[in-house]
């Protein structure tokens, strides 16, 4: 048969770290560099023909924008080493070389190979002889999730805590479909995941069979590239060719659909075949120019009140900024997927800007002459009104993806490249001069420390009662800064992204382009598998720990030591600051207690704790705070200190959906009419 393997890979536009869009068939924007394979052997699938019939396409080439030259077969070679990590070699694989093995196994094997040691899968009928084959592994444990999102989160969670893919494993139909929020997630955010699914078997595709969805369709365009495996033969070469998509250029994730007689078919695998992907080679980004790079530096000595706007892309670069802002004395805003990736504690940072940032970061982007955008996307919870963003600065955008340049913000010089590569040349440039003295922006450092004392982060208390940004500030410094935090979303996420300092990279772990409710709990799972001596904590509110609340099953079973603080205000409280300042405060299904008996916090989240056999303690009071954190914090094991906060608290400061800095809000919350 032939390998009718590669689906459909999309690349849309997420945040800040890969460079390429390629997709197979049916590109979503005329902004994509677009391919279809150009070997019989694959076949192209069209969104317009019956879900994987199997009708093949001619193999065309479409070019669509590209200002790339085109490398030579030297270049390729060399760029194919640079990215495409080999954890197999001295593999001793626990098959003969010439002995047959079901294609359930040749898939695990080929994870081994690729060095996965943890896997977060849940099985069903269509998976369960990959989870046969996972039973017969010495090397992969594992981690069964209670809820395949669960199980997505948590692979996401070990991805952004460690840097390294992140592997989960669903069943078909439902199970495959309950992957789509993590999915979407992990290619809004530039996380690398490859996602494997079972599949009902060929002979049943189309038919509507029992438990069979078209995952490849559905997850066209929440995927950086998928596949659907028609050839037991092609395994190999489709895991690694989906390691090296997930990983490389801007991470993202990676699916792979495989029918269960693939899994039951009997073969001798070769792991040798040669990745084919020339089209995706060919078009990783290159290093910089040295004329683009000196060209910054220039922009750069002739600025009066230069900025750093850096995002997730500079995750991976943390100590060639550091060394950059040591060289030039610029100061920092970070967004919140850059959180970590300069010291918050530093005395350039200025903390996270946009919509729920610090007056000073936004003050510092709205006066700045010069906005230096390193591995940014200009989302419009930072920008705000696109043509006020910034509207005095010369503008520098480095990053990965070439979708990103102008596509919101026109920039003045662009470079498309790796960050990393991209600061290290601009500090050699600097090295070589006198950088220090020659840049000097005492002045504007000292216009924006005054903001700083003018309009810090800060917090009312009322009688006994806690503030939540009260208790985030007292964890950062019982846990010196040091732990690893993940959040669900809404008022609790801002507050924790506000109030904690992340003082290195993937220390924050939280679902920023898509804004997934019960992100928190099963990334913290993630995180505590690829951290096991880290201190874990999974800082959420009552509305998005109830989504992924079955896995304090998971984290207990597992024994995973995370510590849960919840902040419990009974409310949607994000939604609800919303209704408080633009709806007059009507209250629109936003109340998450019990309404017959409001005087009661509802649900008892204890319980929950207490039918896992976990530990636990609610504290309502200022006073009894910290001690009760300190005890979370020395409990061996997992803990979870439900922490009852008023629901009137809004995050502030505050710029208004779409409004610009002379908009923003600082005062006022819930208690008062507006």
Known sequence: MAAASMHTATFTNPPSSSFISTTFTNPPSSSFIS????????????????????????????????????????????????????????????????????????????????????????PGGASMEIHQALTRSNIIRNVLPRHEQGGIFAAEGYARSSGKPGICIATSGPGATNLVSGLADALLDSVPLVA????????????????????????????????????????????????????????GPVLIDVPKDIQQQLAVPNWNQPIKLPGYMSRLPKEPSEVHLEQIVR????????????????????????????????????????????????????????????????????????LLAFGVRFDDRVTGKLEAFASRAKIVHIDIDSAEIGKNKQPHVSVCADVKLALKGINRILGGKDAKGRFDFSAWREELDEQKVKYPLSFKTFEEAIPPQYAIQVLDELTSGEAIISTGVGQHQMWAAQFYKYRRPRQWLTSGGLGAMGFGLPAAIGAAVANPDAIIVDIDGDGSFIMNVQELATIKVEKLPIKILLLNNQHLGMVMQWEDRFYKANRAHTYLGDPSRESEIF????????????????????????????????????????????????????????????????????????
């Open 35 to 122: 391919t279809t394979s150009q070997k019989s052997a694959l076949f192209p699938i069209s969104k317009f023909t019956p879900p994987f019939s199997h009708k093949f396409g001619k193999p065309s080439l479409r070019i669509i924008t590209s200002s790339l030259p085109k490398p030579s077969a030297a270049s390729l070679s060399t760029i194919a080493q640079t990215v495409i990590t080999s954890p197999e070699t001295n593999f001793s694989s626990r098959f003969a070389p010439d002995e047959p093995r079901k294609g359930a196994d040749i898939l695990v094997e080929a994870l081994e190979r690729q060095g996965v040691t943890d896997v977060f899968a849940y």
């Open 196 to 251: 494997i699914t079972g599949q009902v078997p060929r002979r049943m595709i189309g038919t509507d069979a029992f438990q069979e969805t078209p995952i490849v369709e559905v997850t066209r365009s929440i995927t950086k590239h998928n596949y659907l495996v028609l050839d037991v033969d092609d395994i190999p070469r489709i895991v690694r060719e989906a390691f090296l998509l997930a990983t490389s250029g801007r991470p």
């Open 299 to 370: 922009l750069i000595s002739e600025s009066k009140k230069p900025v750093l706007y850096v995002g997730g892309g500079c995750l991976n670069s943390s100590e060639e900024l550091r060394k950059f802002v040591e060289l030039t004395g610029i100061p920092v805003a970070s967004t919140l997927m850059g959180l970590g990736s300069f010291p918050g504690t530093d005395e350039l940072s200025l903390q996270m800007l946009g919509m729920h940032g610090t007056v000073y970061a936004n003050y510092a982007v709205d006066k700045s002459d010069l």
């Open 603 to 674: 649900p008892n989240m204890l319980k929950f704790a207490e039918a896992c056999g976990i530990p636990g303690a609610q504290v309502t009071r200022k006073a009894d705070l910290r001690a009760a954190i300190q005890t979370m914090l020395d409990t061996p094991g997992p803990y979870l200190l439900d922490v009852i906060v008023p629901h009137q608290e809004h995050v502030l400061p505050m710029i208004p959906s779409g409004g610009a800095f002379k908009d923003v809000i600082t005062e006022g919350d819930g208690r008062t009419q507006y």
